[in-house]
């Protein structure tokens, strides 16, 4: 540990003490942040520490956002739809195509019109689908049971493989941009966490998704670690059972309830429970 580095190194130089292993902590302590984290992070790995291995591996990413700026913003992601071609096909009345197309990955209250990630036709009706379940579930439209709603969201993700995935993590990152209302927005950290420990976000989009993270009410870290624990899992095959939903979501809440959040102090209602309803159309519900 860095701490403890630094506690030796003073102590030997109190006493003039000089030797190899004393000169080793000193290049590692006058190394450039980001490689001596590397450095840790291949120990680390060497002894089998995973959830150090987690930490590191995210404060590496972290340096890494801090060199590389707004690269990694939303808005630039090469899988986008453009914002004109997605508000061509968006009809809102009382919105010019301009006005439309400045709303493209803020918050919305209507269901999409297509996806917003460049799909195959056959994966463009299944991202509008994925979309309800998201306003759903966040209760931006309608419906008794969300946690029905998440059930479905994962498995069409799980079903659509990883570009339908990514599309799911760009709508969640649009919802959770200029939403105005808090429980919407708690309701929608908390599905970003079932994403993450259902399938982690394609490499494609990983470093947009953590980036964006930065930004938001928890720390990076804990979502980061979430999908470094689900990949050393392995994918799953099916959506959680209702009897492992409330643990899996409630990840968030025990994070809220261990920082302060000033901008979020008011906990959502609970969410009811159903019997999973799989496969069932909410398009008319939504």
């Known amino acids: 540990e860095p701490k403890q580095m630094k506690e030796a190194l003073a102590e030997a130089e109190s006493f003039s003490f000089r030797a190899d292993p004393i000169e080793t902590i000193r290049k590692y302590l006058t190394m450039p942040a980001e490689k001596f984290l590397t450095e840790q992070l291949k120990m680390a790995s ?3 520490q995973e959830e150090r291995q987690d930490d590191l591996s995210t404060q590496i990413k972290m340096h890494f956002f801090e ?3 707004d690269t990694f913003a939303l808005a630039n992601f090469e899988r986008l739809r453009s914002a004109e071609e997605w508000a061509a096909a968006k009809k809102i009345s009382g919105k010019t195509r301009k006005q439309l197309a400045a709303l493209f990955l803020q918050h919305q209250l209507k269901p999409l019109p297509t996806s917003l990630t460049q799909l195959d036709r056959s994966l463009r009706e299944d991202a509008t689908h994925t979309f309800k379940c998201v306003m759903g579930f966040m209760g931006d439209a309608g419906f008794c049971y969300p946690l029905t709603l998440a059930q479905e969201l994962v498995a069409l993700a799980l079903k659509g493989g990883a570009t339908l995935q990514t599309e799911v993590y760009v709508q969640m990152m649009k919802q959770l941009t200029s939403n105005p209302s808090p429980a919407s927005e708690r309701l929608g950290w908390q599905l970003f966490a079932l994403m993450v420990q259902c399938f982690p976000p394609d490499p494609l989009v990983e470093n947009y998704v953590a980036n964006f993270l930065r930004g938001g009410p928890l720390s990076a870290t804990f979502y980061l670690r979430l999908g470094y624990a689900a990949r050393r899992r392995g ?6 059972l209702d009897s492992e939903l409330p643990g899996m979501l409630s990840a968030v809440e025990d994070m809220h309830r261990g920082e302060e959040i000033e901008a979020m102090d008011e906990l959502p209602p609970p969410l009811p429970t159903s ?3 799989l496969g069932t159309s909410f398009s008319g519900k939504i």
């Open 275 to 277: 019997p999973s309803r």
């Open 46 to 48: 060497r002894l089998g």
């Open 67 to 69: 060199r590389t700026g």
């Open 235 to 240: 994918p799953r095959s099916r959506a959680p």
